[in-house]
């Protein structure tokens, strides 16, 4: 659907008019609310409350624009993680299995933070909470739809021709070297009185290492989220009956890279490191074995997978330490990058993935 009137890229621009011909077939709105909801970092997210003509229509959406905070803005277009939301939505969504909202309709100013993304509204489903954490149960239901997102794109070497996904070839990886060096001392800074002693010591170790692990990411490589976790993750409440359980959001950092990328990420950030330790290797053997039971299976052993899991232990810290330095700050975020800095510290303590930046090893 295009509309042929203004542009709307901020949340003071919506009216009923663009609301009516964004919305096509359902009448027109005759009045509308606003509510701001969520907790996005290069994302603003509203609810839109709906008063139609009488017809039927829905009674409200979720409209998602960039970042209002310049920082944040900024981080978005350099990052390209505006355009990268909209290609998936346009490309990549229509052909999974996984949950994702509908989108009535998006538009989008390349190179800017010129963008904008109506979709369904979830409610009542329940955003996950990247500091509380979850249950078991919640755990086996994430990974399963993770596993459908890597098992449709295992090895495809078709990814390599989409530009907008984000990859790490020799300039990617040396612009990310450059920019751990540079942050790292400063993120060490900010939060050391809240860090953990393992969190500052494997800040430090990557830093000294991180070319090797960089040089060393392993094959096959699929699409994976990027940024799998809690507060990315729609849940249905509990008691009702949803063919669902899950609704997956929040897709600005699709990215080229081995499936054991999104499993760490999102097993290391969801559980404290005592109740991480409990469900570990069940929950990544349940995350193989839904693999294994695609048609299509990808050739993947437990061990193989294992190995590269310990790997990407490293994952969600380095988002922690990069991701707080290079957007607007917030209570909550400080709360939430800290949280996963210790827990996937821990993470990578307890599995050796230490070995993984150890250049002596090599």
Not at 81 to 110: M, S
């Amino acid at each position: 659907m295009q509309f042929n009137g203004a542009p709307v890229f901020h949340p003071d621009q919506i009216s009923s008019d663009w609301l009516t011909s964004v919305l096509d077939g359902h009448g027109d709105v005759v009045a509308f609310e606003v509510e701001a909801i969520g907790t996005g970092q290069v994302g603003a997210n509203f609810r839109c409350h709906l008063t139609w003509d009488g017809k039927d229509g829905p009674s409200a959406v979720v409209i998602k624009f960039a970042a209002l905070d310049a920082q944040s803005r900024a981080t978005g277009i350099q990052m390209g993680t505006y355009q990268r939301e909209i290609e998936f939505y346009r490309h990549i969504a229509p052909r999974i299995d996984v949950a994702v909202p509908h989108v009535h309709y998006l538009d989008f100013v390349p190179g800017s933070a010129d963008v904008v993304i109506v979709m369904e509204d979830l409610h009542p489903r329940i955003q996950g909470d990247q500091i509380k954490g979850c249950n078991d149960e919640e755990a086996q239901a994430v990974l399963s739809e993770a596993a459908l997102l890597h098992g449709e794109f295992w090895g495809d070497r078709s990814l390599f021709e989409l530009d907008w996904v984000s990859r790490r070839g020799p300039d990617e990886m040396t612009q990310t070297i450059e920019l751990i060096e540079a942050l790292q001392p400063a993120f060490a800074d900010r939060y050391r009185t809240e860090l953990s002693d393992e969190a500052i010591e494997a800040g430090d170790r990557f830093t000294q290492g991180m070319s090797t692990w960089f040089s060393e990411i392993p094959e096959p490589s699929t699409l994976v989220h990027g940024d799998y976790r809690l507060d990315n993750l729609m849940f249905a409440p509990a008691g009702t009956v949803n063919s669902r359980p899950l609704v997956v959001v929040d897709w600005q950092t699709v990215t080229h890279s081995h499936a054991a990328h999104d499993v760490a990420y999102f097993l290391g950030s969801s559980f404290e490191p005592e109740d991480r330790r409990r469900y570990e290797e069940r929950l990544v053997a349940h995350y193989v074995n839904e693999l294994a039971h695609r048609g299509d299976s990808p050739p993947i052993t437990l061990d193989e997978f294992w190995l590269n899991y310990r790997r990407f232990s490293w994952s969600g810290f380095l988002m922690a330490m990069l991701a707080s330095m290079i957007v607007g700050r917030t209570e909550r975020g400080d709360s939430m990058f800290v949280a996963m800095a210790n827990r996937h510290a821990a993470q990578i303590f307890d599995l050796g993935a230490t070995e993984f930046v150890n250049r002596s090893a090599r």
